[in-house]
């Protein structure tokens, strides 16, 4: 889970574009070892597979999430991820 508080300096579309820019995921998440759209499911709404790096004897988890995001006029990004009920097989 990411939360985040207070005012960041930049415009919001741009922390979500560096975020999600596979390049730069490893240095601020440190866990991950692969995360990619894997299907578009309607306007704005995509399939996430994340899956985690194992470490000290844990086993590497897979997450399959529905993933949304919108754009306010205001510049407001607003991202909702949740993975129950994902409708999709993925090997």
């Not at 601020?28 to 470490?55: E, M, P, Q, R």
Request: with cysteine; charged share 20%.
């Amino acid at each position: 889970m990411l939360r985040g508080q207070g005012y960041i300096n930049h415009c919001p579309l741009d922390v979500f574009r560096c975020m999600n820019y596979k390049k730069m995921k490893p240095e601020w998440d440190l866990n991950n070892d692969t995360s990619a759209f894997v299907k578009k499911v309607g306007v704005n709404g995509y399939i996430l597979y994340v899956k985690s790096k194992s470490k000290m004897g844990v086993s590497a988890r897979d997450f399959l999430n529905n993933f949304i995001v919108n754009i306010e006029p205001d510049g407001t990004v607003i991202v909702v991820v949740c993975s129950q009920d994902v409708d999709y097989n993925y090997p």
